[in-house]
């Protein structure tokens, strides 16, 4: 079988559970994928044993890549190496989870199945877009978090910058730094451009927060209080910077105006929506 799905993980100096959840992902999918591991500034023992790429220029090291600039160098890397157009679909991991399995063949056959969808998530067993979907196996939607996403890379050809990004502006913004509604982001372009994004309750996973609040020392980041305000200090000042908005609302309506559209346009999928 061709080998159409990359799985990427982001790692920063947590190597324990990145191998755990890599073995985990190629258990049940390394049939079809290759995984690849993205170190964000770990130090020499905190690789993972499935270390692929490593970002360990002086910022990396001291302030780790977080997700948006993670999964950029991620991506660019392989671009570099001539392997991005290898795979249909990317699974973007962040290290943080428990997952349910089976996992990926569960994304990938919805991902078949389901050709206009550019983003698909699998819900977290604490979110409560579970009670709305009424039964449904998949709904698409305009608002989740990044923590799992399945991503099609026809989808991605749409968006990202020509070839020539890098870990700043492959796919995501990278000038956002702590993240705060680059997931959104990401999503309303992908609205613009005719793809949706979904989630679905045939699989889940569960971010564990506290290895954020117990670990910080060893990941090399601020204490989960402080990064919090900071994620939302900096975000809000990159949202009015780069958008004119001055509150999330206006945000998540553009995003919203976007979702509506795209059923304009494809009417028969409005069974879907969230």
Known sequence: MTKDTAILVLNRNLPDHTNRLCEQLLSESSEFSDLYGIESGSSQEGISNYCSFWARWDDAIKDGLRYARGFNYGL????KLGRFYDYKYYLLVCNDVDISMPMVP???????????????????????????????????????????????????????????????????????????????????????????TAITNRTTFHEKQQILKDQNRLIASDPYEINQRRVFAEGKRWLRSKYGFNHKEQMETYCHLLFERFFTLHPYLKCHAL
């Open 76 to 79: 660019s890397e392989l671009m």
């Open 106 to 196: 569960v994304l990938r056959a919805l991902m078949e199945a389901h050709p206009k969808v550019g983003i698909l998530s699998p819900v977290a067993i604490d979110w409560p877009e579970q009670d709305l979907m009424n039964g449904r196996e998949i709904a698409y939607c305009w608002h989740i978090n990044h923590v799992i996403w399945m991503v099609r890379r026809e989808f991605m050809e749409s968006v990202i910058a020509n070839g020539n990004g890098d870990h700043m502006n492959f796919l995501y913004d990278g000038s956002n730094f702590r993240g705060y509604f680059c997931d959104m982001e990401l999503i309303a372009k992908g609205y613009a451009n005719e793809f949706a």
